[in-house]
């Protein structure tokens, strides 16, 4: 029999528990509501020094068989403060839907600039509308007065304040005459420099041919033969003196052509200290031949 009531005091304990979270879970799923439509709204403070932030939060219950939750618009002016930020979210449960509205808000202006006892600053009322049967509704929503106290001492009143920049000194200390001429020359320059830049990256090539061409055939097979040097190509360093060879040969130098065919058809690739000496030596040993 002991054991009997044990158990039936466990399962009468266990169904009370069951009931107890389901009437719970029933009471936050299912939100009694005053009408279709309750708001709920109030400042982070009421009283702040000059130049602080304050939050203002309306938060708008509406029951979803009544009113569409997408036609609840909230309204608000809070001149002459600043809105800083702004953040919307929406909810949904139990037949409810929850739209709520946080705003910052902050002035630095001359119009919240208190006197030393503070001011009070009265806030336009937010307006709350949406639909309800396909017209719409609204409601007016009071905000509580701000009192703003100023940062300043009581001694400070008669000092008064100064928002506003010192006047400028109407003199110039060089006649904007003179500037004007000065910038516009400057200007003039500027504009004849960039030009020549752009003519010079568009024909690179015009005073370098010109140069090339006055140049001789053996010149020209030395510079190409110094340019290859720095290069890395060794198909490109053996045709180059292969060339050479040739001009060589037209210049009546058969020991230096000689050299110049070993060194490129040699089975080692043509080393660059090869063809720097090479040039080096046909410079010095043919001298005026090489550019006339």
């Given at each position: 029999?002991?054991?009997?009531?044990?158990?039936?005091?466990?399962?009468?304990?266990?169904?009370?528990?069951?009931?107890?979270?389901?009437?719970?879970?029933?009471?936050?799923?299912?939100?009694?509501?005053?009408?279709?439509?309750?708001?709920?709204?109030?400042?982070?403070?009421?009283?702040?020094?000059?130049?602080?932030?304050?939050?203002?939060?309306?938060?708008?219950?509406?029951?979803?068989?009544?009113?569409?939750a997408s036609s609840v618009r909230v309204a608000t002016s809070f001149a002459p403060f600043t809105v800083v930020s702004?953040?919307?979210?929406?909810?949904?449960?139990?037949?409810?839907?929850?739209?709520?509205?946080?705003?910052?808000?902050?002035?630095?202006?001359?119009?919240?600039?208190?006197?030393?006892?503070?001011?009070?600053?009265?806030?336009?009322?937010?307006?709350?509308?949406?639909?309800?049967?396909?017209?719409?509704?609204?409601?007016?929503?009071?905000?509580?007065?701000?009192?703003?106290?100023?940062?300043?001492?009581?001694?400070?009143?008669?000092?008064?304040?100064?928002?506003?920049?010192?006047?400028?000194?109407?003199?110039?200390?060089?006649?904007?005459?003179?500037?004007?001429?000065?910038?516009?020359?400057?200007?003039?320059?500027?504009?004849?420099?960039?030009?020549?830049?752009?003519?010079?990256?568009?024909?690179?090539?015009?005073?370098?041919?010109?140069?090339?061409?006055?140049?001789?055939p053996l010149e020209r097979s030395l510079q190409l033969v110094d340019a290859a040097a720095r290069g890395e190509s060794?198909?490109e360093r053996r045709r180059t003196l292969d060339q050479l060879a040739l001009r060589l040969g037209e210049a009546k130098?058969?020991?230096?052509?000689?050299?110049?065919?070993?060194?490129?058809?040699?089975?080692?690739?043509?080393?660059?200290?090869?063809?720097?000496?090479?040039?080096?030596?046909?410079?010095?040993?043919?001298?005026?031949?090489?550019?006339?």
């Amino acid at each position: 029999m002991r054991r009997l009531a044990a158990i039936a005091l466990v399962l009468a304990a266990a169904l009370a528990a069951v009931l107890a979270v389901t009437l719970v879970h029933r009471s936050r799923a299912s939100p009694a509501l005053a009408g279709p439509v309750t708001v709920n709204w109030a400042l982070s403070s009421t009283a702040v020094a000059f130049g602080d932030t304050v939050g203002a939060e309306i938060d708008v219950v509406s029951r979803d068989s009544d009113v569409p939750a997408s036609s609840v618009r909230v309204a608000t002016s809070f001149a002459p403060f600043t809105v800083v930020s702004t953040r919307v979210d929406r909810a949904h449960a139990g037949g409810a839907s929850l739209l709520r509205t946080k705003v910052t808000l902050q002035c630095l202006t001359r119009a919240c600039l208190p006197p030393p006892g503070g001011h009070l600053v009265a806030f336009r009322p937010a307006v709350v509308s949406y639909l309800k049967g396909g017209r719409r509704a609204q409601t007016v929503i009071p905000w509580a007065r701000l009192d703003v106290a100023s940062r300043l001492p009581p001694g400070a009143a008669a000092t008064g304040v100064i928002d506003t920049a010192p006047p400028l000194d109407p003199r110039f200390a060089r006649s904007p005459e003179t500037v004007r001429l000065v910038l516009l020359v400057a200007t003039l320059l500027l504009a004849l420099g960039g030009a020549v830049l752009v003519v010079s990256v568009l024909w690179p090539s015009s005073s370098g041919a010109r140069r090339w061409a006055k140049l001789s055939p053996l010149e020209r097979s030395l510079q190409l033969v110094d340019a290859a040097a720095r290069g890395e190509s060794e198909t490109e360093r053996r045709r180059t003196l292969d060339q050479l060879a040739l001009r060589l040969g037209e210049a009546k130098a058969p020991q230096l052509e000689l050299q110049t065919r070993a060194l490129a058809w040699g089975e080692a690739p043509p080393a660059r200290e090869d063809l720097t000496h090479l040039v080096a030596e046909v410079r010095s040993t043919l001298n005026g031949k090489v550019r006339g």
